[in-house]
């Protein structure tokens, strides 16, 4: 038995493909909060949806899979090849964990939260196709017969060395949870799973109130995914790296920020570049910021898409990978947070979340050791303490400083500086 719960916002005209798969014997697919009318097109969804437009603006972000009730993955990764690192192009950087124990309960049952709402429904009811569910079948063979499976690089060795494997690696030694990683699919599909980090873990998850728009009436962020994150932040006593590709703080986050910094902890953001993003706009909300956070201490990377790529720190099969889309944390080298939420207006007013915070210094440490942050821009503030500088480091330590957002047109620079005011900060 299989339960597939899909947001509607990015499924225009795939109708086909949805209904395909829902044909399955012991296949049931809903969507949520689905957009009834206009579904051949995003413009027109919203056109069709003009009225009621509140609702559609409020989607879900949580990304869960669970299966029997004994294991789950759980993390920031959405379902498309260049989430899986198996596009042609560029592919996102993102993390996911496995996750085994009590803590899958506790996300099976955030699965049927959202699974059984009144936000859901069947796909059958919103999609309509006048064919027989063997044809909704046959369409759907034929329009999955092109894709490809993704790369196999074949199991890799316990002691990691992958020298003369023939792989495009950056390294002859693989790190040891890289290898506990690729591996993972052959375990299973052995019947046996190999040694996993004992942690204890918390799962947050967002009430379905905010999808109806409760929490934003009454300003409330009361039993949300970010009021606990939050509260975990508040807790930093050393260090808190936060990762994220959109990064959009407003004025309290900035203040809570100071109020760490005066309190001596090493703040540190890693997000997207200008350059890496694939929304732009979100950026604008981001650089308006950027000052502020230089000012007060904390130290700020993005991810370069040429430098990740020339240097394939980030690169695990020899793909492209040129934009972040992870979102996780590490507090005091002893506890992480991994999940779907990103630190902007629209994850904490508008989208509905899930994440773990889990209790582990060996998972901070590999999340540490696995963070390039020599693929990445250093940010810092220029001479006059007004201007911003981009630092490039080589291999070698050698620096190459850049006034202006590297790797992008004037063109793109002076429309986001001519528009960027006019984006309002709650919908990023």
Do not use: C
């Not at 003369?164 to 046996?192: I, K, Q, T």
């Not at 979102?327 to 902007?344: C, E, T, Y």
């Amino acid at each position: 038995r299989v339960r597939v719960l899909v947001d509607d916002l990015h499924t225009a005209g795939s109708d086909d493909l949805l209904l395909g798969l829902a044909a399955h014997p012991n296949v049931e697919l809903r969507l949520f909060n689905p957009f009834p009318g206009g579904r051949g097109h995003l413009l027109t969804r919203f056109i069709s949806s003009g009225l009621d437009i509140g609702r559609v603006d409020r989607r879900m972000h949580n990304k869960l899979f669970v299966a029997d009730n004994v294991a789950a993955v759980a993390g920031g990764r959405n379902i498309a090849d260049e989430y899986m690192v198996n596009a042609e192009g560029s592919n996102f950087i993102d993390m996911d964990t496995f996750v085994a124990g009590p803590a899958v309960r506790d996300l099976s049952r955030a699965f049927d939260l959202y699974w059984n709402s009144e936000h859901v429904y069947p796909v059958e009811q919103i999609a309509f196709s006048p064919s027989s569910p063997e044809q909704r079948r046959a369409r759907f063979e034929e329009l999955t017969a092109s894709t490809r499976p993704p790369t196999d690089t074949g199991r890799i060795p316990d002691d990691g060395q992958v020298q003369g494997s023939g792989l495009d690696l950056p390294f002859d030694r693989m790190p040891p949870p890289l290898v506990r990683m690729l591996n993972l699919p052959y375990e299973l599909a052995e019947g046996r799973l190999g040694p996993l980090l004992p942690a204890k873990a918390r799962v947050l998850v967002d009430p379905l109130s905010k999808t109806e728009g409760v929490n934003e009436r009454e300003h409330s962020i009361t039993g949300t995914v970010f009021e606990g994150t939050y509260q975990w932040f508040t807790t930093s006593r050393e260090l808190l790296r936060m990762t994220s590709p959109y990064f959009v703080p407003d004025d309290k986050a900035l203040q809570s920020l100071a109020e760490a910094r005066q309190h001596g902890v090493r703040l540190q953001v890693v997000t997207n570049a200008l350059a890496a993003t694939d929304e732009p706009w979100v950026h604008v909300g981001y650089a308006r910021q950027r000052r502020a956070l230089l000012k007060m201490g904390v130290e700020i990377y993005e991810i370069s898409p040429s430098l990740s790529a020339k240097r394939r720190r980030l690169g695990v099969i020899g793909k492209s990978l040129s934009a972040l889309h992870m979102k996780s944390a590490i507090l005091d080298h002893r506890q992480v947070f991994l999940g779907s939420m990103n630190l902007d207006p629209r994850s904490v007013r508008l989208n509905t979340e899930l994440g773990l915070i889990i209790d582990s210094p060996e998972m901070a440490a590999q999340l540490e050791a696995m963070s390039d942050l020599a693929s990445v821009y250093q940010l810092r503030l220029a001479a006059d303490g007004y201007g911003i500088e981009w630092i490039e480091r080589n291999g070698d330590g050698e620096e190459t400083v850049h006034a202006e957002e590297p790797e992008t047109s004037p063109w793109l620079r002076f429309k986001l500086w001519l528009l960027g005011p006019l984006v309002p900060l709650g919908e990023l």
